[in-house]
C-alpha cells in the first residue's frame, strides 16, 4: 500500500504483512501491518521503523513523498524488531539522523545493533522536540509492553502514535476505524481488539489504567490515536481507550469455554454432557480442543468468557502435556476474574485434575470445586454426573459475573 496522509504533512508509511501466521508464537490469522509514521515539515522526522523485511516498502513509501536523506529525526518508541528492524538499514542511508528514545530503549538497541556513530537523545515524559510548525512531546510507558515502551504526541494535531497499544494485528487495505461500518467487520475490528489485548496486555491491565489516567492528567487533547500496528483509530479514538479501560477491569461476557485435549477420546466424551449442563443454564458456550487450536486463539477465547473449564487426561499422574503448555502461557499473561474448575479421565491413579487446581490456585484465579475425574470412559452415571457438573459450573459462573458487574457499578458510582 502507498503512503496515506493521516493528518496535514503527517503520513502513513508502513507496510501490510498478508502472509504472517506466526508472530514470535502468537498465530496471526489476519496478518497484520507494520505502522509508521512520516511528519514532513521545516524538519523531517520519522516516527518508527517497520520489520527489516519490509523495509524497501517503506522506503519507496518515504520516497514517494520525500527524498529520504531529509529525515532529520527518528523516533524509536518501541526497540522490538517488528518495529526497529529497519533502523540499520535507514541509518545507512541518513548516518546524521538524530535518534530519539527512552533510556531503556537506547540500552536495548546497543544489543541489537553497532549505534557507536548514531546520534542518540534519550527522552522523557514530557520531553519535547519542536520541528518546526509541529512539536513532538514524549511520553514514557513502560512495560506498556516492553521496559523501553513510550508514545509519541503531536500537540498541533492532536495525534498520539502510541506504539503497540491500541493497535491489531489485522492486515487490512482500510487505514482507518470509520472504514468499518457493517456490523460484521466491526465486530473483526473489536475481536482483533481483544485478541491483540489477550496475548500481549493482559499482564498490564493496572498500567494501562494508570497511563491513561496520566494522559488525561497531561491534559492531551486526542483526537486520533495512530498505534503501530493495524487500524488507525480516526473517527472514535474514544472508544479504544474504552475498550482498553473495559478490558484493564476485567470486564467479559457471561459466557464459558472449555478448554480441553484428550488421549483416547475420553476427555472428549466428558466435554459433551457438560456441554449440555452449561447450554441447560441458558449459558453461551464454547469448546476449544488444544492440539487443534492455536494456543493464541485459545487464550483470547478465555479472556473473552467469565468461565472456563479445563478438561485434561491424566498422563504419568500429571495433566497432559498441551494443557500444561496452555496454563503456562496463561499464567505468564496473569489473568484475573475469571472462574475455572477442571474435569478429565484417567487409566490408573490420577493427578492431572488435582495438579490443574494447584496451578488455578498459584493463579488466584476464582476456583470451582471440586474437579471431576472419571476412570477411562464415562459411562451412563457418570454422564449424568458430568452433566450436573457443567449445569451447576454455568450456574455458578452467572452468580460470580453478576456479582461482578454489581461491584463493578458501585466502584464506577463511586469514582
Ligand atoms: Fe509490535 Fe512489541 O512489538
Given at each position: 500500500?502507498?503512503?496515506?496522509?493521516?493528518?496535514?504533512?503527517?503520513?502513513?508509511?508502513?507496510?501490510?504483512?498478508?502472509?504472517?501466521?506466526?508472530?514470535?508464537?502468537?498465530?496471526?490469522?489476519?496478518?497484520?501491518?507494520?505502522?509508521?509514521?512520516?511528519?514532513?515539515?521545516?524538519?523531517?522526522?520519522?516516527?518508527?521503523?517497520?520489520?527489516?523485511?519490509?523495509?524497501?516498502?517503506?522506503?519507496?513509501?518515504?520516497?514517494?513523498?520525500?527524498?529520504?536523506?531529509?529525515?532529520?529525526?527518528?523516533?524509536?518508541?518501541?526497540?522490538?524488531?517488528d518495529h526497529a528492524g529497519s533502523l540499520n538499514t535507514?541509518?545507512?542511508?541518513?548516518?546524521?539522523?538524530?535518534?530519539?528514545?527512552?533510556?531503556?530503549?537506547?540500552?536495548?538497541?546497543?544489543?541489537?545493533?553497532?549505534?557507536?556513530?548514531?546520534?542518540?537523545?534519550?527522552?522523557?515524559?514530557?520531553?519535547?522536540?519542536?520541528?518546526?510548525?509541529?512539536?513532538?512531546?514524549?511520553?514514557?510507558?513502560?512495560?506498556?509492553?516492553?521496559?523501553?515502551?513510550?508514545?509519541?504526541?503531536?500537540?498541533?494535531?492532536?495525534?498520539?502514535?502510541?506504539?503497540?497499544?491500541?493497535?491489531?494485528?489485522?492486515?487490512?487495505?482500510?487505514?482507518?476505524?470509520?472504514?468499518?461500518?457493517?456490523?460484521?467487520?466491526?465486530?473483526?475490528?473489536?475481536?482483533?481488539?481483544?485478541?491483540?489485548?489477550?496475548?500481549?496486555?493482559?499482564?498490564?491491565?493496572?498500567?494501562?489504567?494508570?497511563?491513561?489516567?496520566?494522559?488525561?492528567?497531561?491534559?492531551?487533547?486526542?483526537?486520533?490515536?495512530?498505534?503501530?500496528?493495524?487500524?488507525?483509530?480516526?473517527?472514535?479514538?474514544?472508544?479504544?481507550?474504552?475498550?482498553?479501560?473495559?478490558?484493564?477491569?476485567?470486564?467479559?461476557?457471561?459466557?464459558?469455554?472449555?478448554?480441553?485435549?484428550?488421549?483416547?477420546?475420553?476427555?472428549?466424551?466428558?466435554?459433551?454432557?457438560?456441554?449440555?449442563?452449561?447450554?441447560?443454564?441458558?449459558?453461551?458456550?464454547?469448546?476449544?480442543?488444544?492440539?487443534?487450536?492455536?494456543?493464541?486463539?485459545?487464550?483470547?477465547?478465555?479472556?473473552?468468557?467469565?468461565?472456563?473449564?479445563?478438561?485434561?487426561?491424566?498422563?504419568?499422574?500429571?495433566?497432559?502435556?498441551?494443557?500444561?503448555?496452555?496454563?503456562?502461557?496463561?499464567?505468564?499473561?496473569?489473568?484475573k476474574h475469571r472462574m475455572v474448575g477442571a474435569f478429565?479421565?484417567?487409566?490408573?491413579?490420577?493427578?492431572?485434575?488435582?495438579?490443574?487446581?494447584?496451578?488455578?490456585?498459584?493463579?488466584?484465579?476464582?476456583?470451582?470445586?471440586?474437579?471431576?475425574?472419571?476412570?477411562?470412559?464415562?459411562?451412563?452415571?457418570?454422564?449424568?454426573?458430568?452433566?450436573?457438573?457443567?449445569?451447576?459450573?454455568?450456574?455458578?459462573?452467572?452468580?460470580?459475573?453478576?456479582?461482578?458487574?454489581?461491584?463493578?457499578?458501585?466502584?464506577?458510582?463511586?469514582?
Amino acid at each position: 500500500m502507498k503512503a496515506i496522509e493521516i493528518k496535514p504533512n503527517i503520513f502513513w508509511v508502513g507496510a501490510l504483512d498478508w502472509g504472517v501466521r506466526d508472530f514470535h508464537g502468537y498465530v496471526t490469522p489476519n496478518g497484520t501491518t507494520y505502522n509508521n509514521y512520516l511528519i514532513v515539515d521545516e524538519e523531517v522526522t520519522l516516527v518508527d521503523t517497520v520489520k527489516d523485511d519490509f523495509s524497501k516498502t517503506m522506503l519507496d513509501n518515504i520516497r514517494n513523498i520525500i527524498d529520504p536523506n531529509r529525515i532529520e529525526h527518528i523516533v524509536i518508541n518501541h526497540i522490538e524488531p517488528d518495529h526497529a528492524g529497519s533502523l540499520n538499514t535507514l541509518m545507512e542511508l541518513i548516518p546524521q539522523a538524530n535518534l530519539y528514545l527512552s533510556e531503556k530503549g537506547k540500552r536495548g538497541l546497543e544489543r541489537h545493533f553497532d549505534t557507536s556513530r548514531w546520534k542518540i537523545e534519550v527522552v522523557k515524559t514530557g520531553t519535547t522536540v519542536k520541528t518546526g510548525q509541529k512539536t513532538l512531546m514524549f511520553i514514557e510507558t513502560p512495560m506498556l509492553h516492553w521496559p523501553d515502551s513510550m508514545m509519541t504526541y503531536i500537540p498541533e494535531d492532536k495525534l498520539l502514535i502510541s506504539q503497540d497499544a491500541f493497535g491489531q494485528h489485522y492486515a487490512t487495505t482500510s487505514r482507518f476505524d470509520d472504514e468499518f461500518t457493517t456490523q460484521f467487520s466491526i465486530y473483526e475490528l473489536e475481536d482483533a481488539v481483544k485478541d491483540y489485548y489477550a496475548n500481549i496486555l493482559m499482564p498490564f491491565g493496572k498500567l494501562i489504567k494508570s497511563k491513561i489516567a496520566e494522559i488525561n492528567k497531561l491534559g492531551l487533547e486526542i483526537d486520533m490515536i495512530a498505534p503501530d500496528h493495524g487500524i488507525i483509530w480516526r473517527k472514535d479514538p474514544g472508544k479504544v481507550l474504552n475498550l482498553y479501560l473495559d478490558m484493564a477491569d476485567g470486564k467479559t461476557d457471561e459466557r464459558v469455554v472449555i478448554i480441553y485435549d484428550t488421549m483416547w477420546k475420553s476427555t472428549t466424551r466428558m466435554t459433551q454432557p457438560i456441554l449440555l449442563g452449561v447450554r441447560d443454564a441458558d449459558m453461551d458456550a464454547k469448546v476449544i480442543k488444544l492440539r487443534a487450536t492455536p494456543m493464541s486463539v485459545a487464550i483470547k477465547e478465555f479472556w473473552k468468557s467469565r468461565g472456563c473449564l479445563l478438561g485434561t487426561p491424566t498422563l504419568n499422574n500429571i495433566m497432559f502435556p498441551s494443557v500444561a503448555e496452555f496454563l503456562t502461557h496463561l499464567r505468564g499473561l496473569r489473568p484475573k476474574h475469571r472462574m475455572v474448575g477442571a474435569f478429565g479421565s484417567f487409566g490408573w491413579g490420577g493427578g492431572a485434575v488435582r495438579e490443574a487446581y494447584q496451578e488455578f490456585k498459584r493463579m488466584k484465579l476464582e476456583i470451582y470445586e471440586p474437579g471431576l475425574e472419571v476412570m477411562y470412559r464415562p459411562s451412563l452415571e457418570d454422564e449424568e454426573r458430568l452433566y450436573q457438573f457443567g449445569r451447576e459450573f454455568a450456574m455458578q459462573v452467572r452468580a460470580y459475573h453478576r456479582k461482578f458487574q454489581e461491584a463493578s457499578s458501585t466502584t464506577a458510582r463511586k469514582a
